[in-house]
């Protein structure tokens, strides 16, 4: 695979603007780990190897297990490899990147808000939009993992 466009030399002001969100994101509160796993389980929805190669080192880098990491795409039936708040987090990352197909209904936002404060549900929501963008920009323009570049 070969990348198409190199979209950080191309519009580096708009880089920067989705910068100041990710910053937003790393202070605002929610935990980093959360955050990565809702990072990872989008970009598995949203089939993005750039992102789910480098979501994946972060992860490993922060302790998760292989058998959690690869227990991601099906958490659901994970029993209790992860916690209310992981699960909570993501179910709210699946129905709001497949808003085209889930309209996000009333029962999804109510679960969430049992779990998440409105400010942790609106940030964690950012988010999961920055991380489709992202994985809009990685896919469109064919960035190559890490591990291609390795291997």
């Not at 996000?104 to 779990?115: K, L, S, T």
Request: proline residues 3%; charged residues 20%; negative net charge.
């Amino acid at each position: 695979m070969t990348q198409r466009i190199d979209y950080t030399k191309t519009s580096p002001a708009g880089v920067k603007a989705y910068g100041s969100v990710y910053a937003y994101i790393g202070q605002c509160g929610l935990e980093h780990a959360l955050v990565e796993l809702v990072n990872l389980r989008v970009s598995q929805i949203n089939g993005c190897a750039f992102c789910l190669d480098m979501h994946t080192r972060d992860l490993i880098k922060q302790g998760f297990s292989p058998v959690k990491l690869a227990l991601v795409q099906v958490w659901e039936e994970a029993s209790d490899v992860f916690s209310a708040r992981e699960k909570a987090a993501l179910a709210w990352a699946e129905v709001v990147t497949r808003v085209a197909d889930t309209h996000v209904p009333d029962e999804a936002f109510e679960a969430a808000c049992c779990v998440f404060t409105q400010k942790e549900l609106a940030d964690l929501t950012m988010a999961i939009g920055l991380i489709n963008a992202y994985n809009r920009l990685a896919i469109s323009f064919r960035n190559v993992p890490q591990e291609a570049l390795n291997g």
